[in-house]
């Protein structure tokens, strides 16, 4: 019976820990929309191999800025902040996602799309370093 019980504690604890990985996504649109109005912070997760052949737009390279992350960062810790990687099966996102939220920003969103699917919808992407 304890051990019965010792293992719905740890299911419970560890579904309590996955959930707090996980953040709202961000629609195509939503995105497209917040970028054209400068209003949202990018953060690509995909390692800089990838971040220097293609990336979103304005998206920093988490890979480089992770120990600085925290200057690189708007001020205002309501500001829309969005973590993607690959596609919708990547979850390297929750990096990016949970040292924004470490550091206070309440307004961190997931684009689970990713760059393929960035690329798949005909969007343009940039190639380069920060």
Not at 82 to 102: G, I, L, S
Request: proline share 2%.
């Amino acid at each position: 019976m304890k051990y019965l019980l010792a293992l719905v504690c740890a299911l419970v604890v560890s579904s309590v820990a996955v959930a707090e990985d996980k953040y709202p996504d961000i629609s195509h649109e939503e995105l497209k929309e917040a970028i054209a109005k400068k209003t949202v912070t990018l953060i690509d997760v995909n390692g800089s191999k990838s971040y220097e052949k293609r990336h979103i737009p304005g998206a920093l390279d988490y890979t480089k800025i992770k120990d600085e992350i925290a200057s690189k960062l708007p001020k205002d810790k309501n500001a829309l902040i969005v973590a993607y990687c690959a596609n919708e099966n990547c979850t390297a996102y929750q990096r990016a996602a949970k040292a924004a939220k470490d550091l206070g920003y309440t307004n961190v969103k997931h684009y689970s799309k990713g760059i393929m699917g960035w690329e798949d919808a005909g969007e343009k992407t940039e190639k380069g370093q920060n």
